[in-house]
């Protein structure tokens, strides 16, 4: 998914009041009435921070014995007092959700006093997205992993779990959206199965160089040419592998931005080989050793990705999704891979390249309150740990009193009694003006369906024009009902405000940035009777490629705070 590459005009939006066909009597509001549908009041808008907790022993078993007492939780320093605090287990989870959702042979348990207070509402969602980074990958690899995902999808895919399935290579493709059908999960996973993987490339161009260093070292003397050829494709291949990390990262960002709008739980299950946090650390190592050239190592600090992959995981805090990673690579001995290379590279160079790939996968997960399976042959603990987080963890709350902007706080969550448990957890939470909640679901919307519309609003697409030699201008209507709209009283008139928010996706998975305009409803003192009677139309042009195009709509009444979604679909052809 790529944005950007359906542009839009500006929007000029352009009201029009058009009579409803039905629609119930009004009367001018006085001070003390509910305007736009809901109650005015400048109220101070206080939520509760919710962060999940997973507290294992030292085998990684979790503990469930716990109370609020044990806990203390901060923010940015600042101790906060405990507000909301559950427990969940996957037998409050089989209680809540009826026999026919379970799988076959998964009993029930009986009511406890522990679901007291609980209702099945209380259980987020989980939506775990399966993403395969084909591009990072070696086919064998990642198949191997594929055969033991089948009873791990088998034994967890029941409500509220949703899986999806992603691939990328060179760019993003959603096989299956979420579904709770095993069949369709396992649909998509043989169709993974017969995709490449870009690893295996990588891999023969690394062994090239390295081939290349070793037939200068064997030379009595060095050649000062070959010694150049060598750094000149050391430099290439650094240069190529951080160009196509970008993209690897620009990709799992804006999925991760897809996301944003789902509510609940939010498990990212990343398959690869690993992505190179420095691109082309071992050959910057073995051209130091190979040459005596210690600079080389210092040079290779110029692709250090650190930023980027922080600027990833920072993505996924800010939608409250979770990395769980997997090295494909299986247990690897550095000195063995070389060996079998051909290439006789040094062991500590291969060792570091092998790190390299693994450290991003471990970061990820770290800086996510996920887990990273690396090194292993055999991934069932891995995805048993996976699954565990699915219906086992501490929900502990704070009560946060907004401040209306965008900022990111730190979160700590101690256990000070019981050192010996490990503790897993977001430590990042980003508070969200209403606004940017908006633009989330907003770009949420064009991947997943949005039932929430109790503005009413209405949107047409009319015929597309030709404006270009590759784009087209498509009008659109948006409309609502004006009784929705908080109409307040100013002079002579009812004044309202409404923010607007457009994107659009393409059928390839090209997306467009999120527009964002405000709009004023203004109704004379005088109409305003008739006015709660009719809807209130703005047009604006969109700007869009040849093709097929979901469309996604956001209001916002800022005054009542109310807000709105619809999406639409349009085909434009010549």
């Known amino acids: 998914m790529r944005a950007g590459r359906i542009a839009f005009v500006s929007l000029v939006f352009i009201g029009a009041v058009v009579l409803g066909t039905s629609a119930e009597e009004g009367s001018a509001p006085s001070p003390a009435d509910p305007v736009g549908g809901l109650p005015f009041s400048g109220e101070v808008d206080v939520t509760v921070v919710n962060v999940n907790v997973y507290v294992t022993d030292k085998e990684g078993n979790a503990v469930t014995d716990l109370t609020a007492a044990d806990f203390t939780i901060s923010q940015d320093g600042v101790a906060r007092t405990i507000s909301n605090f559950s427990l969940f287990t996957e037998e409050l989870y089989r209680s809540f959700f009826q026999p026919d959702d379970l799988p076959p042979g998964l009993a029930t348990t009986t009511t406890a006093p ?11 969602p989980v939506y775990v997205v399966l993403y395969f980074d084909n591009d990072y990958s070696r086919a064998l690899d990642r198949n191997r992993l594929i055969t033991q995902l089948r009873t791990f999808i088998r034994e967890n895919l029941r409500p509220p779990v949703q899986m999806m399935v992603v691939t990328y290579d060179k760019k993003t493709e959603v096989l299956q959206t979420f579904t709770t059908d095993e069949r369709e999960i396992y649909d998509a996973l043989r169709e993974v199965r017969t995709m490449v993987g870009g690893r295996t490339e990588v891999d023969n161009t690394r062994k090239d160089i390295i081939r290349q260093f070793n037939e200068s070292q064997r030379s009595s003397q060095v050649d000062p040419g070959d010694m150049s050829r060598s750094h000149g494709a050391m430099i ?20 991760l931005t897809m996301l944003s709008g789902l ?11 690993g992505l190179p946090m420095i691109p082309g650390l071992d050959l910057f190592y073995s051209f130091a050793n190979t040459y005596h050239e210690s600079s080389a190592i210092t040079e290779s600090a110029r692709y250090n990705m650190n ?14 999704v979770s990395f769980y990673t997997f090295g494909v690579g299986g247990l690897e001995n550095p000195g063995m891979a070389a060996s079998e290379l051909g290439t006789g590279q040094d062991t500590m160079s291969a060792s570091l390249g092998a790190q390299n790939y693994l450290d991003s996968l471990r970061f990820m997960a770290d800086s996510t309150g996920g887990i990273a399976t690396v090194n292993t042959n055999d991934f069932a603990p891995g995805l048993a740990k996976v699954a565990q987080d699915f219906f086992t963890y501490y929900s502990l709350g704070y009560d946060l009193q907004q401040s209306g902007l965008d900022k990111v706080h730190r979160i700590d969550v101690e256990i000070p009694d019981h050192p010996e448990y490990r503790l ?3 430590q990042r939470f980003v508070e969200k003006s209403l606004e940017s909640r908006i633009q989330d679901k907003v770009v949420t919307g064009l991947m997943f369906p949005l039932e929430d519309n109790p503005m009413e609003i209405m949107v047409e697409m009319g015929d597309a024009t030709l404006a270009g030699e590759t784009r087209w201008m498509v009008p659109l209507r948006l ?4 009784r929705k709209v908080a109409l307040l009283p100013a002079g002579d008139d009812y004044v309202g405000n409404l923010t607007v928010f457009i994107a659009a996706r393409s059928a390839n998975g090209d997306r467009s940035d999120v527009v964002r305009q405000s709009h004023e409803v203004r109704v004379s003192a005088s109409d305003y009777e008739q006015s709660q009677l ?36 349009i085909t434009v052809q010549e």
Do not use: C, W
């Open 114 to 124: 522990e679901l007291e207070g609980l209702s099945r509402e209380s259980f987020r």
């Open 424 to 426: 897993r957890y977001r």
């Open 534 to 569: 009719e809807r209130h139309a703005l047009t604006a042009n969109l700007l869009m490629e040849q093709g097929e195009h979901s469309v996604v709509i956001g209001v916002l009444d800022p005054i009542t705070r109310a807000s709105s979604f619809a999406t639409t679909r």
């Open 479 to 482: 409309s609502f009902p004006l």
């Open 236 to 255: 290439g291949f650094a240069e190529e592998e951080a160009s196509s990390l970008q993209f690897a990262l620009g990709a799992l960002r804006d999925t």
């Open 263 to 273: 509510p609940g739980k939010k498990v990212f299950v990343y398959v690869s080989n």
């Open 307 to 320: 930023r980027s992959f922080n600027q990833l995981v920072s993505v996924a805090n800010a939608q409250d």
